[in-house]
């Protein structure tokens, strides 16, 4: 498919929708250098604004005039110099060498040392190190001269609109490629034909504008530009609200850390001391403690304990108040994690154990949903969608997430019809008003939860459980969505009518900050909430899916299944069996047909995998899916349940790579060799339950294995 063509004006469209947008928004709090260069905008010629556009779109500040071939400008020069009579465009200056050197071929570059007289530039050098001779032995006047300087321009006085396309996209940007992108499909916005003002006070917006940009340049990880950065965080603007304060604390202590880390503590505490968030105050307070200023550490950590910015703040002062004064040797996320419940989970899980005590938890009784942090943002964006995405907190076409969330305002404004909605969450009221959304906005984009990971079961389990708890939960989310957002346990357990969440740590993992929290707040609202920790083990209630499959040829995206088989095994005995023909929809080569003796007539009035697709997915159940190959079976069905827009992922076992690694020394480990050497039968070689059934006879060979494995490393760990 050719790329779409653009219209002519393109570019100076969207800057004219931009500018308009921003001037009728937010007019009161742009200053008079935002004013004045709107007026000298509009009062350019049509080249010379589509020449400013085209070169605030192009990387970097220095550009070649003579280069500029654009469809919509019918005199380059003259639309250089409308521009640099106006001062959005100057000549090169010695500030702008590096930028200028990178600009020019290396074969310029050459030519012009040459030229200059410098005769010991190598032709062989790469350009990087040609430009670190010019840098160091060509003064920038005789580069200028040499090498066409004359021929370039730079921007300048930019900055008016950098705040201009800060106000309209809610983040700095450099550029107008979002329009591009979203012309061309490859970004969504959103639908809404009217929008809020982002910032309604001019200091707010500036302060914004400032440390933003800020967080921008400390991407780079240069002492240079963190002292430049350290100087605009001391001195910079005031912050006049929360949300600017945050982006304020953000840039300290990025900022900070840098210089901790580089040994320069006492640059590292100004900065900490500068901002105001719990995360600086937390590398303050350990900082103090560290310098030996214990008392003045005392004092701050009782501070955060009197007065915490928030939940894990709390958890934060206390724990460290009770290690460092209290006379506790272990921290509470140490702690919490030791004393955790153990859960037995076969070692074939490790790639994914949450999986693993999914299952383990089904076998005891329990309905398991993943839950983690999707189902509390699902529930909460369902109840208040009208108030986050139909009440004008969206700010532009290219916003996701409303203001509101970020500054957290949101349960200021909208305080009334939060209590009435908590009311209904405690009344057992709430479902349908989720449901009110999930009939009239389905699919609708948005910046709070993703609509596939909307389970109507899980939240109907969740609201009737405990709706007080509930309820707590949502209005803390609520209150402080920054924070709440993430952090909540991996799984909800459903029995007798109760909700309870499990927080599932394999070995090796840590406690988080914020997930220590969630587990507090939800025990504080009368939710149980607890850490599972694994423990892999040989599962002997373990399910295996043995698995084979006869197909019409070996490309899985193209070729399709003709016959599954599939046994059950669950401590070593095969308890069940699944077994179908399939119509592949295609012809069957007669290669293949010699070889696995399954031909067109057998599979014509055979079910098409669709339909069959229940069946199998319920066989597998929790089991581990297991084949000889294992990638082969498993991304054939993988691929057949792709076509039905529907999930196939199970933890995988092969037991031709598990018979390798047990019982090494065979000259082949095929499946009718491993039968032949452990008299295993095969009667009906190249049939799929013929085959599943030989694999799950070296399964149990493979477990059998692990099993003396496990025995013998406990008996090693016990005298040791």
């Known amino acids: 498919m050719p790329p779409p063509v653009l219209p002519t004006y393109y570019y100076l469209d969207h800057f004219t929708e931009m500018l308009s947008f921003v ?10 250098e935002h004013h004045a260069f709107i007026a000298r905008f509009e009062g350019l010629s049509k080249d010379a604004q589509c020449l400013l556009i085209r070169m605030i779109n192009r990387r970097g500040s220095v550009f070649n005039r003579h280069l500029f071939k654009y469809a919509e400008i019918s005199d380059v020069e003259a639309a250089a110099g409308d521009l640099m009579s106006c001062g959005h465009a100057r000549g090169l200056r010695v500030d702008d060498f590096a930028a200028f050197l990178a600009c020019l071929p290396k074969t310029i570059l050459i030519q012009g040392a040459k030229a200059a007289g410098f005769s010991d530039v190598r032709t062989s050098w790469p350009k990087p190190k040609l430009i670190e001779f010019f840098l160091a032995q060509i003064d920038f006047d005789v580069a200028l001269e040499f090498c066409g300087g004359e021929r370039f321009i730079a921007l300048d006085n930019t900055r008016p609109i950098e705040l201009l396309l800060y106000l309209y996209f809610g983040k700095t940007e450099e550029d107008l490629k979002n329009f591009a992108l979203r012309d061309l499909g490859i970004i969504r916005t959103n639908k809404q034909t009217s929008f809020s003002a982002r910032f309604t006070d001019a200091e707010e917006a500036r302060a914004c504008f400032h440390y933003s940009q800020l967080l921008d340049r400390l991407e780079v990880p240069a002492r240079a530009v963190y002292q430049a950065a350290t100087y605009a965080i001391l001195e910079g603007p005031p912050c006049p609200t929360d949300y600017a304060a945050n982006i304020a604390s953000r840039a300290a202590h990025q900022a900070g850390l840098f210089f901790e880390k580089a040994g320069d503590i006492d640059l590292a505490e100004q900065l900490f001391r500068a901002g105001s968030s719990p995360e600086c105050h937390e590398r303050l307070a350990r900082l103090l403690y560290k310098k030996g200023e214990k008392a003045a550490a005392e004092t701050l950590i009782r501070q955060m304990i009197d007065d915490p910015a928030s939940d894990d703040e709390f958890v ?11 006379g506790r040797r272990t921290a509470l996320c140490t702690d919490l994690l030791r004393s955790a419940r153990t859960i037995t989970v076969d070692d074939t899980h490790r790639v994914n154990p949450e999986a693993g005590v999914a299952g383990v938890m089904r076998r005891q009784g329990w309905t398991v949903f993943f839950a983690e942090n999707t189902l509390w943002l699902n529930l909460f964006g369902l109840l208040f969608w009208d108030e986050l995405f139909e009440s004008g907190q969206l700010h532009s076409g290219f916003d996701w997430t409303p203001h509101c969330l970020k500054d957290r305002s949101f349960v200021r404004l909208f305080a ?8 209904a969450v405690r009344a057992g009221s709430a479902l349908p008003i989720a449901m009110r959304t999930v009939a009239a906005r389905f699919g609708r984009p948005n910046g709070v939860f993703a609509w596939k990971y909307v389970r109507v079961e899980a939240l109907r389990a969740l ?45 090796g993992d840590v406690i988080r900050r914020n997930q220590l929290t969630r587990l507090r707040q939800l025990q504080a609202a009368g939710i149980t909430a607890e850490i599972g920790r694994v423990d892999y083990r040989f599962d002997p209630d373990q399910d295996y899916v043995v698995v084979d499959i006869e197909t019409t040829g070996g490309w899985a995206s193209g070729d399709r299944i003709t016959e599954i088989g599939a046994v059950r095994i669950r401590n070593h005995e095969v308890i069940e069996e699944w077994h179908s023909l399939i119509n592949p929809q295609r012809s069957i080569p007669s290669h293949i047909s010699r070889l696995t003796g399954i031909t067109n007539d057998m599979v014509r009035d055979a079910p098409v995998f669709a339909e069959i697709a229940d069946s199998f997915m319920t066989f597998m159940g929790d089991g581990i899916f297991v084949a000889h190959n294992v990638n082969f079976d498993y991304r054939f069905i993988s691929y057949e349940y792709e076509r039905l827009e529907r999930r196939f992922r199970f933890p995988k076992l092969c037991t031709c790579a598990g018979m390798r690694r047990k019982y090494p020394g065979h000259e082949s480990y095929g499946l009718g060799n491993l039968c032949q050497l452990y008299e295993i039968d095969l009667e009906s070689h190249h049939r799929a339950l013929c085959d599943a059934r030989a694999a799950g006879h070296l399964l149990n060979l493979i477990n059998s294995k692990r099993i003396d494995e496990m025995g013998e490393a406990a008996a090693e760990e016990k005298a040791a």
């Open 23 to 32: 001037r009728g928004t937010y007019g009161s709090i742009l200053a008079d």
């Open 316 to 326: 934060f002062a206390t724990d460290f108040y009770a290690r460092k004064f209290g």
């Open 416 to 423: 009334t019809q939060i209590e009435t909605k908590l009311a």
């Open 463 to 507: 609201l009737a459980g405990n709706p007080e708890g509930v309820a707590q939960i949502l209005r803390l989310v609520c209150e402080d969505y920054r924070n709440m957002r993430d952090g909540f346990p991996d799984l909800m357990l459903v029995g007798d009518e109760t909700v309870s969440f499990l927080e599932i740590k394999a070995e």
